[in-house]
């Protein structure tokens, strides 16, 4: 069974940072592709960064310039920095996983960090 364990949420006030780390765990082949997704207070789901097995990167416009996402395949590991934090980026945080298992392919998803952007 793989699964994915979020941590670095928290509460922080506007302009600050925080970073976010997600690790796999389990009975994993290959990770083809981690990301980062978020859900604000009656918004659906969006993503918010995704990081493939080789480096690309895409962000949604709107963290652009203030968020960066990295991984270490060697830790099964993906990362999200998160700079210069505007309220608006107060969400559950979800880290998402596509990769090859026993089972064959499977994306999973984490459990969900919360963060919190004063104003």
């Known amino acids: 069974q793989v699964e994915l364990v979020e941590s670095g949420g928290g509460l922080v006030q506007a302009g600050g940072s925080l970073r976010l780390s997600c690790a796999a765990s389990?009975?994993?082949?290959?990770?083809?592709?981690m990301g980062w997704y978020r859900q604000g207070p009656g918004k659906e789901r969006e993503l918010v960064a995704v990081i493939s097995s080789g480096d690309s990167t895409n962000y949604a416009d709107s963290v652009k310039g203030r968020f960066t996402i990295s991984r270490d395949n060697a830790k099964n590991t993906v990362y999200l920095q998160m700079n210069s934090l505007k309220p608006e980026d107060t969400a559950v945080y979800y880290c998402?996983?596509?990769?090859?298992?026993?089972?064959?392919?499977?994306?999973?998803w984490g459990q969900g960090t919360l963060v919190t952007v004063s104003s």
């Open positions: 389990g009975r994993i082949f290959s990770i083809n592709a």
């Open positions: 998402s996983m596509y990769g090859t298992t026993p089972r064959g392919n499977l994306e999973v």
